[in-house]
């Protein structure tokens, strides 16, 4: 692996450990401004990594998957305690919590957008072309892997957000019966993920 490609990857695990983080904070901050004071009771209500990183998926994994080269960089980090009980309305209540997640990254995603945006203005700043390359290289990234960080955690497959929204809005017969297929969520997921790296 050439230099450039380390810096690269470190780039990208940099871009995924912030964001993934950044994501349990959108859940945490909904979670309490919803009445649940679970999230900050636990510390979890911070933008601090060390309080969203899980060692093995937000560290360990995604260090294991650079010498596997993919298309997609794949990761997690701690899921936030909730008490669906504190909320006003439970199921409508934990619906906006779940997808706070996606939200966040969508919200990420923009703002890295406009940056991209404005990178021509950079060598107005004094900036030279390997600065501008750079910071454009930085902001595409960013961009790409926390549209991909929304839209992948809205599949409605268990313990990603998109399982608990739909649990939420089903009828509660009918989201018991989704609920028994989440054992074997995580493989489902890994099969997911291989076949879309395969197909892209």
């Known amino acids: 692996m050439t230099e450039t490609k380390i810096a690269t990857a470190f780039m990208e695990l940099g871009i995924l450990v912030f964001s993934l983080c950044l994501h349990e904070f959108g859940h945490a901050l909904v979670a309490t401004k919803l009445g649940d004071p679970t ?5 979890r209500l911070t933008m601090d990594p060390r309080s969203h990183a899980d060692p ?9 998957m650079f010498l596997f080269p993919s298309s997609f960089l794949f990761g997690w980090a701690k899921p936030v305690p909730i008490t669906p009980q504190n909320f006003p309305k439970p199921r ?16 990420l995603a923009a703002v890295s957008f406009g940056l991209l945006m404005s990178v021509d203005a950079f060598p107005n700043l004094g900036l030279d072309n390997v600065s501008t390359d750079v910071a454009a ?18 599949i409605p497959v268990y313990p990603l957000d998109g399982s608990w929204i739909l649990k939420s809005v ?3 017969k009918l989201s018991y ?13 890994i099969g997911l993920y291989f076949l879309f790296s395969w197909l892209f």
């Open 177 to 189: 019966r989704v609920s028994r297929l989440d054992p074997y969520g995580f493989l489902i997921l």
């Open 92 to 107: 409508r209540d934990g619906a906006l919590v779940a997808l706070a997640g996606p939200a966040m990254n969508l919200i």
């Open 137 to 154: 290289q930085f902001f595409s990234i960013f961009l790409q892997l926390n549209v991909y960080l929304a839209v992948f955690n809205l």
């Open 170 to 172: 089903l009828p509660p």
């Open 39 to 43: 999230p900050k009771l636990l510390g």
């Open 56 to 64: 093995m998926g937000t560290i360990i994994f995604p260090l294991i």
